[in-house]
Each structure stands twice: as C-alpha cells, then as structure tokens.
C-alpha cells in the first residue's frame, strides 16, 4: 500500500505533463495551419491573375522549371542544421520535404527542439518547421538560381518526456510562448544546381579560307521576371537582353 501511494504522485506528474504537450501542440498545430492556409490563399489569388496576364515565358527570355522532390533532396544534402533558440531551446533540422503548388514554394523541416539544460534524447519534442521560398534570384555573376528559405510557422508535433521534471515543463512552455521571428536563424540561402551562361563564345574562323573571323563574345543578361508555384514545379521566368559585342583583339 506504501509503495501505490509513493508512486501516485509520479503518475499524475506524468499524467500533467502528458496534458500540457496536447495542449501546446493542438495550439500549434492550429496557428501553423491557418498560417499556410492564408500564403496559399494569397498564392492562389496571386496565379489567376498571373494566367489572365497571358504565358508565362516572354518572346525575349526562357522558363526554368524545378522539381519539388529534387529541390527537397538537395535541401536535405545539408541537413542536419541545428540553431540555439533564445539560449534556450535546441532545434535540430534532419529532414526537408519541399512542395510548390497553389501559388505557394514550401518546405517542411522537421526535427526536435529539446532543452540546452538535458541530453536532446532526454526531454523532447518532434517539431516542423516551414518555410517559404524568397527571394528568388540568378546570381549576376555566376548564373545560379538561389532562394532564401524564410520560416513562417512552427507546429509541435509529438513530445516525449520520460520523467515529469522542470526542464520538461519549461521546455512546452517555452515552445508555447515561441513567435516565428525566433526561428530566424533558419533563414537561409540555397542554391539550386541550374546555372544559366551569361556569354556566348563565337570561335575564330579562318585566316586560311573565304571566310574570316577573329571571334567575339555575346554578353547576355539574365533577370527573373516571374515565379510560380504550381503542379509540383516552381517555374521560372528569365528575361534576356543581349549586350554589346565584344570582339577578340
């Protein structure tokens, strides 16, 4: 009988803790949703009035269409990324799954946000956090395709806590109280491997021949026009202006 009573008090310690990680993650969970519920709203509203303007690729430029699932595997070649949020919090990032499709680029990093005070295997919980696709870019010097990842919600998907203890409960306190400008240290460039060339090298001909060339270069400059985000793709418009010939010496 002593030793039912002794252990009571651990069981509804546990039972406590069970609660508030429903609580903060049903929270959560909610905030994020309405959240991407709201970027797709205004993406999908961004794409009907794109498609009434007419196709995407100009008669001056090209398209350059990015695979979700391949954008997803070249994020997850960098992974694992770990931040300290608020010198409190560790999150560590180990999987990506990229979508683009109504009007919205997003990706899914999910990982465990655990306390600095214990072991990460100790007191933790399984979070996702996502982020859109910014700033999307072709570098004027090399011709890459970049974007900067920038988080917009966070949810709590599953804690796990061993033993009811005060670094777990300031842990779900802590997440709860958590606003998405403290994930900013995930705001992050990325490169996609697509890289468009800015000259074309005209060969010399000649001298021996009809024909004579010294050879040239055609510089062209490339900007983006248009980004959308649709049918598992984003899609790229690239204008193109051609430069002044440079001719070899």
Known sequence: MNELRSTRPACIGLLTAALSIAGCAGDRVIVAEETILERQIEGLTTLIERTARGPLRSSRGIVVAVDEVWAGEMISLALPWTRII???????????EVTFDDGLGLVALRGRASSVAAPPDDVFADVT?????????????TGVLRARLVPIAFEVR???VYVATPIAQRLLEQLGRERIGAFDSFAVPIEFPVRVEHVIELPEVGPDGPIAFAGATIPL?????????????????VSAQVLPLEFSP
């Not at 608020?86 to 990506?96: D, G, K």
């Not at 996502?130 to 004027?140: P, Q």
């Not at 400059?221 to 418009?237: C, H, I, K, Q």
């Open 158 to 160: 599953r804690a796990s």
């Open 129 to 141: 956090l996502f982020a859109s696709f910014d700033d999307i870019e072709l570098d004027a010097r």
């Open 86 to 96: 608020e010198e409190q919090i560790r999150v560590q990032i180990e999987s990506a």
């Open 221 to 237: 400059e490339f900007a983006v026009s248009d980004v959308m985000s649709v049918s598992g793709r984003l899609w790229v418009s």
